[in-house]
């Protein structure tokens, strides 16, 4: 299902990061003090927060589903929870597939209606990531090790800013394109995109793009894109806060001098570190998560052994509880991750098997 290539390039990615993490941020002289002396009482209370966040994935999900399937038959809150067990036990992201299929077989949706909504859901992650750094840029630290590293970047300021906004403009073109665009101007761009094509795989591209239009409908006016967008924000902000207990056990705060900008500085890290999960990774995104979230203290004025310890307790704190909590409930409902990823192939070529063309018998 994932294939090698797409493995590799995972692997690849990760060892990558973790390689550059290891070699510019981790100071072997002082992560150990940093680790031994670092007060994990609060990891537990965070998780709380994490919870909470999943649940209102769940409540954007269930908005974004609503054209699609009405009043849900079963509880979505498993079906998130293990999309994102499978998200960090398979590479390259590949169990917002396996969310969608999972959902296929418990609601009456298909699979790529389904990962539609998922889309969404991302595109709706990036926008609130990128408020959520647009807001803490007004607070944070106006000198320091942020001001030497911005005379640092080619350019300076401007080119910093211009960095910063180029995804966001994206992304707002991307969704506004949703938006305002009918659903058979949309498939009528793609079959002009996809002309070249051989038929048969013509006809996939086409399938395959309906189905996904079909999860995009919700985004169909402003107001639904706004209702989305906003539906995002308390995801992000009790993630946030999660991050902001973990931070008390290693004393931050007395690397700034309020607590308004030890917050801007957890926003930017909270942006930083999960829009990196769009980079080609391992499972979990392991190296790019800790690299950019690190890079981002770092360059906030964090201490080296102390940004890299606090990024992999995150990490850990982020990676276990919903790995664990996923494979319980999978089990609890009769199945496992091996039957959602054989299903999930078996699904897959029996879409391929049907839309090839069948052969004309020889008279």
Same mark, same amino acid.
């Given at each position: 299902m994932i294939g090698q290539r797409g493995f590799w390039l995972g692997f690849a990615g990760s060892a990558a990061f973790l390689a550059v993490f290891i070699v510019f941020f981790v100071d072997f002289d002082t992560i150990g003090t940093v680790m031994r002396d670092a007060n994990y009482a609060y990891v537990a209370p965070s998780l709380i927060f994490y919870f909470l966040a999943v649940q209102a994935r769940t409540m954007r999900w269930k908005y974004l589903l609503k054209p699609l399937i009405g009043r849900p038959k079963k509880a979505i809150y498993p079906v998130v929870v293990v999309g994102y067990m499978a998200n960090n036990l398979i590479p390259v992201r590949i169990g917002e597939l396996l969310r969608s299929y999972y959902l296929s077989l418990r609601e009456p949706v298909s699979a790529a209606g389904a990962f539609g909504t998922v889309a969404v859901e991302r595109a709706s992650d990036v926008l609130a990531l990128l408020f959520f750094l647009a807001v803490a840029w007004a607070f944070l630290p106006a000198s320091g090790a942020f001001g030497d590293f911005v005379d640092e970047v #080619?350019?300076?300021?401007?080119?910093?800013?211009?960095?910063?906004?180029?995804?966001? +403009?994206?992304? &707002?073109? /991307? !969704?506004?394109?949703?938006?305002?665009?009918?659903?058979?101007?949309?498939?009528?761009?793609?079959?002009?995109?996809?002309?070249?094509? #051989?038929?048969?795989?013509?006809?996939?591209?086409?399938?395959?793009?309906?189905?996904? +239009?079909?999860? &995009?409908? /919700? !985004?169909?006016?402003?107001?639904?894109?706004?209702?989305?967008?906003?539906?995002?924000l308390p995801v992000w902000a009790f993630e946030a806060a999660m991050y902001y207990l973990i931070s008390i056990g290693f004393d931050l705060d007395s690397h700034f001098d309020t607590q308004v900008e030890l917050i801007a500085v957890l926003l930017v890290f909270t942006a930083a570190a999960n829009l990196a999960g769009v980079l080609p990774s391992s499972a979990g995104s392991w190296g790019p998560f800790d690299f950019f979230g690190a890079a981002a203290l770092i360059a906030l004025g964090v201490p080296n052994g102390v940004a890299s310890g606090f990024a992999l307790t995150v990490h850990v704190a982020l990676w276990v509880p919903v790995t664990v909590l996923g494979a319980v409930m999978l089990l609890m409902d009769g199945s496992s991750l091996r039957k959602l990823i054989d299903g999930l192939k078996r699904d897959r070529e029996g879409a391929d098997e049907a839309s090839t063309p069948t052969p004309e018998p020889l008279s």
């Open positions: #080619p350019g300076g300021a401007p080119v910093l800013v211009a960095v910063a906004v180029i995804p966001f +403009l994206a992304v &707002l073109a /991307v !969704v506004v394109a949703i938006t305002v665009v009918s659903q058979d101007t949309m498939l009528r761009f793609v079959a002009r995109m996809s002309g070249p094509l #051989p038929e048969r795989f013509r006809a996939k591209a086409l399938a395959l793009a309906a189905s996904l +239009l079909e999860g &995009l409908t /919700v !985004v169909s006016s402003p107001k639904s894109l706004a209702i989305v967008f906003l539906y995002s």
